[in-house]
């Protein structure tokens, strides 16, 4: 079993930053991709970008140039960190990590008032 635990959601303006980080504990084995998803209220949920062991970094179009994703093996931590936010990233945020399964976090709530 593997348990991811988010932390850093919140309230913030449009234009502001947040950071979001989650961590991976359990029996973990190889883990080949740590991502962050989002799922706005009736929408589905979509990928917002992900990160391979390797480093290699995967954006949906709507981010790009605007979130960092970040990991550290060591710690099996993966980061987002969310710049110029605006009000339609407003949504949960979901960890995912792909090893021998795929599991998910909690979610964690990002809201941006505009």
Not at 11 to 33: D, K, Y
Not at 45 to 60: C, D, K, M, P, Q
Not at 98 to 103: A, E, I, K, P, T
Request: hydrophobic share 35%.
């Amino acid at each position: 079993q593997v348990q991811l635990v988010e932390s850093g959601g919140g309230l913030v303006q449009a234009g502001g930053s947040l950071s979001l980080s989650c961590a991976a504990s359990g029996r973990l084995f190889s883990i080949n991709v740590l991502g962050w998803y989002r799922q706005a209220p009736g929408k589905q949920r979509e990928l917002v970008a992900a990160v391979t062991s390797g480093g290699i970094t995967n954006y949906a179009d709507g981010v790009k140039g605007r979130f960092t994703i970040s990991r550290d093996n060591a710690k099996n931590t993966v980061y987002l960190q969310m710049n110029s936010l605006k009000a339609e990233d407003t949504a949960v945020y979901y960890c995912r990590a792909d090893s021998l399964g795929v599991y998910w976090g909690q979610g964690t709530q990002v809201t941006v008032s505009s």
